[in-house]
């Protein structure tokens, strides 16, 4: 009895030093966990007081980092995108440690796999929720830094924010923090400036499916907002802060139309003296220099200026006025697009440093970025440096110590065991090294350690690199780690007297950045018209109001390309059913709808097209209204139709009729029939002629060959309408069948000759 009693105490003992351990266990697993929550790096404290988001960065120095994303493109037919992000963003950011991660639109893609039906689709952004908590975690980073935007596939037949297929508001971390204004800030704020990033959301308030839907849309009240955000440390009491505004949306100016007051972002910006606005949408297809400096100046603020031909505008620099409170005579600021993820892995990272606001743009896609050099100073001439600093610098009212040494940013995921920094003097050769010295490493070693972050100077006499050449000397760092790799960054010139470089665009990047094409739609539009009514008026007019003929015989009497246009276009006023069929076609094209389709994601909302956008019915207050949406987006159907196909088709029947005519002045001539035949001089002409226009008629089989490829591009065109927006030909007759038929009644007409 005794054995069995100390058996049951021996028993409990043992149970409760199990129940010990599992709540001990428990303990250290929940400090564990708060040890971990609590050590999730966030690039400083948190203030929100006043309305305000603030965020103290803790580096020890005037500098600040953030790294840009867009164009993301999430597909469920591309897979491969979410999967690289997953496994190469999550590791850059947390050897970058970033004090924001802006993503700037176009998160998901939004397009069937034939990419002809653009609407929304919930497993796409299923995926870029999961993906971005991966990500977080993986980065380390706080889920609060993250601001990513709506782009225009964000935007594919969303109706209205937060309706049942508004999936940004759901799943994006903008939408999921509750930043639900079209205008959202942060600050980051150092012990000796204020760095002020304002978010923008242009995309427009109904969204409409693809294609139609490709600019920006700013309302007066979102700029009234804007305007209002970005001077919101102007207004303190106790300024005693400099403040460096930077702006990042999806679109890029030259794809932002005008609110309905006229006015731009851009007039916002060039108020504010922005540094720089950092947007996507454009990706890397159109070229790598897809950069803007915008001035004021010219005819008004707004964006009336229809063309830049270059980066920076000629003639923008001027003489510089030290008198006391001058600045410069244009305000301005930098408009940086960057590349897309979509295709090209691209990431940004953007320093400001000492108010010098620098970047790097990088390619994940290439290699593993194991060391990443980031020059903050000097700026490059060719893409960062502004007349601001020009006159700062002439003027001797910059910060000397800003100046007095050059500086850089190391990420390395080993340890950095030495970095040079060398310049170059491109004047008498390329290749001639005027300076080469090793940087010293500076800030907390301890941040430097956590984050992969190291910071360099090489104390330096700036003066000794003043010259009136803004690209004589190039900059390079060589970074060795303490495996004995080298990392080169990449050669750019520098000019400390703040001159700017000139890069020319190539005529790609001129046409997706240099026009404004909102502004350029109307002007393009009614040109094409006009020169088509003129086209079929101005010949009718000769005949009925002049009593003139112009006919074959009267052009080869009197040659000449008057004589040539008019004879043709009186050919063609000859046949009526093609020159009233045409007429009525324009005159359709202006006043009547081009097609009616389903433009939201969810069916059964069908409505209709004309040149000043589709035709929405809203309801407000009980009562519905009709209004324009797309407009200037509806260019991009409006404007190749006109240019590649009603402007053409209209140039092949011309040619048609032309081509009837002059085999029918050869039958003659071969016939014996034709006067002057005994002239020999003419008789051989027309016998050389005769290839071309004897019974085989090459000209009408090459012109035969050109219709058949005019069709082809127009029903090309008409498939993809019809699948984007769930039509068939009932829905769009005008716009798919007159062209055609026309074409068809004169191939028809001009067989053969009377």
Not at 20 to 37: A, G
Not at 157 to 174: A, Q, T
Not at 466 to 478: A, G, S, V, Y
Not at 509 to 533: R, T
Request: charge should be positive; hydrophobic fraction near 40%.
């Amino acid at each position: 009895m005794e054995a069995n009693g100390d058996d049951d105490e021996l028993r409990k003992k043992t149970t409760l030093q199990r129940r010990k351990r599992i709540s001990l266990s428990t303990i250290l697993l929940l400090l564990h966990l708060l040890i971990s929550l609590s050590t999730t790096r966030v690039s400083g404290s948190v203030d929100e007081s006043g309305g305000r988001r603030v965020i103290e960065a803790r580096n020890g120095q005037d500098l600040v980092w953030v790294v840009q994303l867009s164009d993301l493109h999430f597909s469920v037919h591309h897979p491969e995108r979410a999967i690289d992000f997953r496994n190469l963003v999550g590791p850059a950011l947390s050897l970058i440690n970033p004090s924001l991660v802006l993503i700037t639109g176009d998160l998901t893609d939004g397009k069937s796999e034939d990419m002809l039906t653009m609407k929304q689709n919930e497993e796409e952004w299923l995926e870029y929720e999961s993906v971005m908590k991966d990500v977080v975690k993986r980065s380390g980073l706080n889920k609060t830094i993250f601001y990513d935007l709506r782009g225009n596939h964000d935007n594919f037949g969303v109706p209205s924010v937060d309706s049942s297929v508004d999936f940004f508001s759901k799943y994006s971390i903008n939408g999921q923090m509750g930043r639900k204004d079209n205008v959202n800030t942060v600050t980051l704020e150092t012990s000796e400036r204020k760095h002020l990033f304002v978010g923008v959301d242009t995309t427009t308030h109904i969204g409409l499916r693809g294609p139609t839907n490709l600019f920006g849309h700013p309302t007066d009240e979102l700029l009234s907002s804007l305007d209002s955000q970005l001077s919101q440390w102007d207004d303190d009491e106790k300024p005693t802060k400099p403040v460096t505004k930077i702006s990042f949306g999806h679109f890029p100016l030259s794809f932002s139309a005008l609110s309905h007051s006229r006015k731009s972002l851009k007039d916002v910006f060039l108020k504010h003296s922005i540094s720089a606005y950092l947007c996507g949408h454009l990706h890397s297809r159109f070229g790598k220099n897809l950069k803007r400096l915008h001035h004021s100046g010219g005819i008004s603020l707004s964006d009336n200026d229809l063309f830049q031909l270059n980066i920076r505008r000629s003639g923008a620099e001027s003489d510089t006025n030290c008198s006391f409170g001058a600045l410069p005579a244009a305000a301005e600021f930098w408009e940086w697009e960057m590349g897309d993820w979509r295709k090209n892995r691209a990431i940004r990272i953007m320093a400001i440093d000492r108010g010098h606001v620098s970047y790097l743009d990088l390619d994940l896609k290439s290699k593993s970025q194991k060391t990443i050099v980031l020059p903050t100073f000097p700026l490059d001439s060719r893409f960062m440096s502004t007349s601001l600093a020009r006159h700062r610098y002439e003027c001797q009212h910059m910060i000397s110590s800003s100046y007095d040494a050059i500086r850089a940013i190391v990420f390395s995921h080993s340890v950095v065991v030495q970095v040079v920094a060398r310049v170059y003097d491109s004047s008498p050769g390329f290749d001639n090294l005027v300076m080469e010295a090793p940087m010293r490493k500076y800030g907390d070693d301890s941040s430097s350690s956590t984050s992969g972050a190291s910071f360099f100077s090489l104390p330096w006499n700036y003066r000794a690199f003043e010259d009136p050449l803004p690209d004589r000397f190039w900059l390079q760092i060589e970074v060795t780690d303490i495996k004995g790799i080298s990392t080169l960054s990449e050669m750019r010139p520098f000019s400390i007297n703040g001159l700017s470089s000139k890069v020319s665009w190539t005529w790609n990047e001129f046409l997706v950045m240099g026009c404004q094409w909102a502004a350029l739609y109307f002007p393009i539009l009614w040109s094409v018209l006009c020169c088509l009514f003129l086209a079929f008026l101005i010949p009718k007019c000769v005949i009925v109001v002049f009593k003139t003929q112009y006919t074959l015989k009267k052009f080869i009497a009197k040659k000449g390309p008057f004589t040539l246009v008019l004879w043709i276009l009186q050919d063609l006023c000859r046949l009526p059913v093609v020159w009233f069929g045409y007429m009525a076609y324009l005159f359709y094209l202006i006043f009547f709808p081009w097609l009616s389709g389903e433009v939201f994601t969810d069916p059964g909302n069908r409505t209709y097209m004309t040149i000043m956008g589709w035709v929405v019915t809203s309801s407000g207050g009980g009562d519905r209204k009709h209004e324009y949406i797309g407009e200037p987006d509806v260019m991009f159907l409006v404007i190749p139709h006109l240019v590649f196909v009603v402007v053409p088709s209209f140039l092949v029947v011309c040619c048609l009729v032309a081509e009837r005519e002059l085999y029918k002045e050869h039958i003659r001539a071969v016939s014996g029939k034709k006067e002057d035949d005994h002239d020999r001089g003419r008789k051989k002409r027309w016998q050389r002629r005769s290839l071309f226009f004897s019974k085989r008629r090459l000209v009408r089989k090459t012109l035969l060959l050109a219709s058949l490829a005019l069709y082809w591009k127009h029903f090309k065109n008409c498939w993809s309408l019809a699948r984007a927006y769930e039509m068939n030909v009932v829905h769009f007759p005008g716009y798919s069948l007159v062209i055609p038929l026309l074409l068809l009644y004169v191939i028809c007409k001009t067989h053969k000759a009377p």
